[in-house]
C-alpha cells in the first residue's frame, strides 16, 4: 500500500477513540467529506468493538493493529487481531434488511444486543473483504473509493 500509516493500540474500549481519530486524519487527508469520514469512523468503532467482544472476548486480550493508505483509486483500511477468526456469513442480516417488519421494541432490542455493525460496514464502505491466517492475524480490509469524495 501507498504512503501507508498504522497504529497499534491496546484492544480496550477506551482505545476505539484513538483508532478513530488516526482514520479520520487519514480519511481528511484523502480529501473525503465530513459525512463520509464519519462513515468511516463509524465502520472502525464497529469493527474494533467486534474485536474486543468477539475475536478477543475481552478487553485486554490483545492487540488491534489499524493502518489506512491512499492509492490513486481507494483509501484503505485494515483491523488486524490475533483473536478468534471470525465468519462473516455466520451473522445474519438484521430482521429489517430480509423484508422483516419489526415492532419498535424488536427495533430496540435488536440495537441494544448488536448486530448492526457487519451490516453498517457493508453499506458503508465500497469494499470489505475478511481474511483469516494463523501467522498474520485476521485482518478486516474495508476499502473506501476515492470517487465517492464528495
Given at each position: ?16 477513540k ?19 469520514i464519519?462513515?468511516l ?8 468493538t ?13 492487540n ?17 487481531d ?24 424488536e ?12 451490516h ?29 469524495r464528495?
Amino acid at each position: 500500500m501507498a504512503n501507508e500509516q498504522v497504529l497499534t493500540v491496546p484492544g480496550r474500549y477506551k482505545e476505539i477513540k484513538r483508532i478513530c481519530e488516526f482514520i479520520a486524519a487519514g480519511a481528511a487527508q484523502a480529501g473525503f467529506d465530513d459525512d463520509t469520514i464519519f462513515h468511516l469512523e463509524l465502520c472502525c468503532d464497529e469493527a474494533s468493538t467486534n474485536i474486543i467482544e468477539h475475536a478477543y472476548g475481552e478487553e485486554g486480550a490483545g492487540n488491534i493493529v489499524i493502518s489506512y493508505a491512499l492509492s490513486d483509486d481507494d483509501f484503505t483500511i485494515v483491523l488486524r487481531d490475533n483473536g478468534t477468526a471470525f465468519n462473516p456469513d455466520a451473522v445474519p442480516p438484521p430482521p429489517s434488511v430480509t423484508g422483516d417488519e419489526l415492532t419498535s421494541d424488536e427495533l430496540t432490542d435488536q440495537l441494544r444486543i448488536g448486530g448492526l455493525g457487519l451490516h453498517f460496514i457493508r453499506n458503508l464502505m465500497d469494499e470489505v473483504r475478511f481474511t483469516s491466517d494463523r501467522l498474520s492475524g485476521t485482518p478486516l480490509i474495508m476499502i473506501k473509493r476515492l470517487g465517492t469524495r464528495q
